[in-house]
């Protein structure tokens, strides 16, 4: 059954639904001054901050292989519960973090407790919805993510106003409250861990690595993944300083971003409804590929006008969001085998540890280099990524099948 807004039942699941409001709401409440508490808790630079951030993202990538090893045997519903002690312990040390190696392990730490939380979450959403709703549920809890990041972002917001060491401690503290409040809330949702035949023949991520097909959706959802991060690390430089918009308008482009998702993301799904996902996948890059035109539109307009444009293109490219993300997530899950999908959906979610790794320091290379390199070059990234997914349900079978709202059984394409 669905909400109006196409939204599935919560029923005996809210428990688990709240847990990921608890999390992404202290996520979005420390995130946007991330950098900013370190230059105001710490001596360290700005150039040594994001050192010790980039330094943490890499030593946590190889993570992902381990943790989905550990999701297969013990289960998604436990994975997640370690996650969330991890990130409230490292969290909590950022209280007394002062040195570049110390900002840079814990965070690692923190990273590691995120990958076992978001590396277990797909395992979980494929067990409690049924086939032919997936895209529903996972569109479901994207904008629930988007939720509760927004209203960390507004409770960040006013830590920022006041602007004292006590807010800041004070949002550290509240973070890592709302992982545990996320443990507890998990600590009554079932074990959804897959039986093992103790007579069959033992699988590792050999058989994963060997997947070809499987291996092809993760290159293309690596194309999602860039387009994904323009958000968080293109798109405040460029207004606020490639082209010198007011700083407000980062904040209406966010505000923009969090509202369309969160109030869009069912009516999406069900207008996809009915169509396959691998061209679903392949539009989404297209949608990207028109916001990022008219970002550089926006940049050769009178302000008045080039906020109008800015804020347009922001509404265009969450549309990639909306069209992206459930199908992608989607498929990923279905084409996994059951008792392999931690690790699948660890190889997975990989993507994204790479996109968080290399695209800050991507982007603002590129948009030193010309007011409209970086939008060029993501313009044919998009267009690449568009062309190579129409490949895609022709090898993998997952992506052949078509977008649905309900549960039932969903069918292939000739």
């Given at each position: ?7 599935p ?29 370190f ?7 700005l ?14 990538l ?71 709703e ?27 106003q ?96 969090t ?46 006008v ?109």
């Amino acid at each position: 059954m669905l909400t109006r807004l196409g939204f599935p039942s919560v029923g005996e699941h809210r428990r688990f639904v709240a847990a990921i409001v608890a999390d992404t709401v202290g996520s979005g409440l420390f995130m946007p001054i991330t950098l900013l508490y370190f230059l105001a808790m710490t001596d360290l630079s700005l150039v040594q901050i994001g050192s010790a951030l980039s330094i943490s993202a890499l030593l946590s990538l190889p993570a992902s292989f381990v943790i989905g090893s550990m999701v297969d045997r013990f289960g998604p519903r436990r994975m997640m519960l370690a996650g969330n002690l991890v990130q409230a312990a490292g969290m909590a040390a950022y209280i007394w973090a002062d040195s570049l190696l110390a900002v840079a392990l814990w965070t690692a730490l923190l990273n590691l407790g995120r990958q076992s939380f978001w590396g277990s979450f797909g395992n979980v959403v494929t067990a409690i919805s049924a086939p032919g709703e997936r895209e529903v549920w996972f569109g479901f809890l994207q904008a629930v993510r988007n939720l509760g990041f927004s209203v960390g972002g507004v409770l960040a917001g006013i830590a920022l106003q006041v602007g004292t060491d006590t807010a800041y401690l004070s949002v550290v503290v509240v973070n890592a409250a709302t992982f545990v409040l996320a443990f507890v809330l998990l600590l009554d949702v079932p074990d959804h861990r897959v039986a093992h035949d103790e007579d069959a023949p033992v699988e590792g991520w050999g058989v994963v690595l060997r997947d070809r097909a499987y291996l092809r959706l993760v290159a293309g959802q690596f194309g999602f993944v860039v387009g994904m991060m323009v958000l968080n690390f293109a798109l405040p430089v460029y207004v606020a300083e490639t082209i010198d918009l007011p700083g407000w308008v980062v904040g209406a482009i966010f505000t923009l971003n969090t509202a369309l998702v969160g109030l869009g993301q069912g009516l999406v799904v069900r207008r996809m409804t009915g169509q396959v996902r691998g061209r679903m996948m392949g539009l989404a890059q297209l949608v990207f590929a028109a916001g990022y035109l008219l970002f550089v539109v926006a940049g050769f307009l009178p302000v008045g006008v080039a906020v109008v444009v800015m804020l347009a293109g922001a509404a265009i490219y969450t549309g990639g969001e909306l069209v992206g993300g459930p199908v992608f997530s989607a498929t990923a899950a279905e084409a996994a085998p059951d008792h392999l999908r931690g690790r699948y959906l660890g190889l997975f979610q990989l993507s994204w540890g790479i996109g968080a790794a290399v695209t800050p320091l991507g982007f603002t290379w590129l948009l030193a280099h010309g007011q409209t390199t970086l939008w060029w070059v993501l313009t044919v990234v998009a267009l690449a990524t568009a062309a190579y997914l129409q490949t895609l349900p022709r090898v993998l079978p997952a992506a052949a099948l078509r977008v649905t709202d309900r549960a039932e059984p969903a069918t292939a394409t000739d």
